[in-house]
C-alpha cells in the first residue's frame, strides 16, 4: 500500500508525537509499505517521499511559539494534492490545520483516514496558561471532535485512559487502543557507569522541560530527601524550561545534569540510573517511563489523575501523590533504603513490559490501517454514502 502520514509537528526526536510518528513511518517501510511523510521540517527537504510544507506566522507570537519549540504547520493546496496522488490510506498524527486539510481531500478522493491521539488538551492549554481550566480543556477536546475526529474512519488511542477521556468530552469514535511500544533497544544491558555516578544514587527523568512534565517537583524532592547529598538527578530531553530548571536546582550538592540523549545514549544512561522517577502531570502515555522499565529501572510515578502513566505502578511504593515533593522524597528515600525490595520489584516489571513489544505493537497499527482501508473499499463498492462528507466540508 501507499500510505501518507501527515504530521504536523514533526523535528528532532526529542518528544512524544516526533517519536511515534517515526516509530511508525520506519516500521511501515520495513514492512514494505510506500509511506509518504508531509510534514513542515525543512531539514528534511529533498529526501524521497516527503512533502514540506510553509509554517504558520502568527505576528507578534512568533518569538513565543518558537521559545516553546513549536512550528505550526500551513497547508498548501498544490503540495497536498501532490502527496495525496495514488495514496491509498492516510493517517494523521495531529488534528491542526494541515492534519484537517488533508483530511478534508482525503474524504473528496474517498481515501480510507485513520488518525492518532497524541495532544491532550492540556498540551495546548498550557501553552495559553489555561492548563488547569476545565472549561477550556473540554472545549479544546469538542474542537478536535468537530473539526477533525469525528470525521475520520478509525482513531488510535495510545491508552484506554484517554480514549475515555477524549470520548467524554468530544464524542464517540471508532477505537483503536495501542501502545506506541518500546522500541527493541530498550532493554537491559551491561553498561560501564561513568567515574561521575561513583558513590551518589542516580535518579533518571526522561520528559521534554516544559510545564506539564513537573520537573519541579523532583528538584524539590531532592532538596528534601534525607539523602540529598548522594543523589544525582540526571533530566533527559530538551525545552523551553530548561534555564529555569537549573536556576531551581540551585543548594543541591550535586547540580542535575540536563542533556538530550540520542537513542543509543539513552539506553547506556538508563541501565546506569538506580531509579526512575516520572513526575508529570500530564501525559497520554509516556513510552519515556515504559523504556525506562524496560531497561530494568524501578519507577515512582506520579498519581495525577491527568496522567495514564499512573496506571504502570505495581505497587503503593511505586506512585507519589500529585506535585507533593515531600511525599516522593519519602519514596526516594524507601527505595534506596530497600535494594532487596528494588531487586524483586525490579524483577516484576521485567516481565510486565512484555506486553508494550514494540513489534507486536506495530503490527497491530499496520493491521488497524489495513482494516480501516478494507472496510472504507467496501463501503465506497456496495455505494454508501459518507454521511459525514459534507460536515467535513464546512
Not at 491542526?96 to 482525503?106: P, T
Not at 508529570?280 to 491527568?306: F, K, M, N, T, W
Not at 524483586?344 to 506486553?355: N, P, W
Not at 499496520?366 to 460536515?391: C, F, N, S, W, Y
Request: aromatic fraction near 10%.
Amino acid at each position: 500500500m501507499t500510505i501518507c502520514v501527515v504530521c504536523d509537528v514533526l523535528g528532532q526526536e526529542n518528544n512524544g508525537t516526533t517519536i511515534a510518528a517515526m516509530n511508525l513511518i520506519r516500521s511501515l517501510r520495513e514492512k514494505g509499505h510506500r509511506v509518504r511523510v508531509i510534514c513542515p521540517d525543512r531539514e528534511r527537504s529533498g529526501e524521497p517521499d516527503y512533502f514540506i510544507v510553509p509554517t504558520l506566522s502568527v505576528g507578534p507570537l512568533n518569538g513565543y511559539v518558537r521559545k516553546n519549540g513549536v512550528v505550526i504547520a500551513r497547508p498548501s493546496l498544490e503540495i497536498l494534492e501532490a502527496a495525496l496522488e495514488g495514496v491509498d490510506h492516510v493517517h494523521l498524527m495531529l488534528p491542526f490545520f494541515v492534519g484537517c486539510a488533508v483530511l478534508r481531500l482525503a474524504k473528496e478522493k474517498g481515501i480510507s483516514v485513520t488518525a492518532g491521539f497524541h495532544c491532550q488538551a492540556e498540551n495546548f492549554s498550557s501553552h495559553i496558561f489555561m492548563k488547569d481550566n476545565k472549561l477550556v480543556n473540554r472545549l479544546v477536546y469538542r474542537v478536535f471532535y468537530r473539526y477533525c475526529y469525528r470525521y475520520v474512519d478509525a482513531v488510535h488511542y495510545p491508552s484506554e485512559f484517554i480514549r475515555r477521556v477524549f470520548e467524554q468530552y468530544g464524542g464517540k469514535t471508532n477505537a483503536y487502543v495501542i501502545s506506541n511500544g518500546v522500541n527493541r533497544q530498550f532493554r537491559t544491558m551491561p553498561v560501564q557507569r561513568p567515574k561521575e555516578f561513583d558513590g551518589k544514587f542516580v535518579i533518571l527523568f526522561i520528559g521534554r522541560f516544559s510545564k506539564e512534565k513537573t520537573h519541579r517537583v523532583l528538584i524539590d524532592a531532592a532538596k528534601k530527601s534525607r539523602y540529598t547529598e548522594q543523589l544525582q538527578l540526571v533530566f533527559a530531553g530538551d525545552g523551553p524550561l530548561k534555564n529555569k530548571l537549573i536556576r531551581r536546582s540551585k543548594g543541591l550538592k550535586n547540580p542535575p545534569i540536563f542533556r538530550f540523549f540520542s537513542r543509543g545514549d539513552l539506553v547506556e544512561m538508563i541501565n546506569s540510573a538506580d531509579l526512575y522517577v516520572h513526575p508529570a502531570e500530564i501525559e497520554i502515555e509516556a513510552i519515556s517511563c515504559l523504556e525506562a522499565i524496560s531497561c530494568g529501572l524501578v519507577p515512582v510515578i506520579s498519581d495525577s489523575p491527568r496522567s495514564a502513566t499512573r496506571f504502570f505502578a505495581l505497587g503503593e511504593r511505586n506512585l507519589f501523590p500529585c506535585n507533593d515533593s515531600k511525599a516522593l522524597a519519602d519514596r526516594i528515600d524507601y527505595w534506596l533504603e530497600h535494594p532487596e525490595e528494588k531487586v524483586a520489584c525490579r524483577e516484576a516489571y521485567l516481565g510486565y513490559t512484555k506486553q508494550f513489544d514494540f513489534d507486536c505493537c506495530m503490527d497491530r497499527m499496520e493491521q488497524m490501517i489495513l482494516q480501516t482501508h478494507q472496510e472504507k473499499k467496501e463501503a465506497v463498492e456496495h455505494g454508501k454514502e459518507d454521511h459525514l462528507l459534507r460536515g467535513c466540508r464546512t
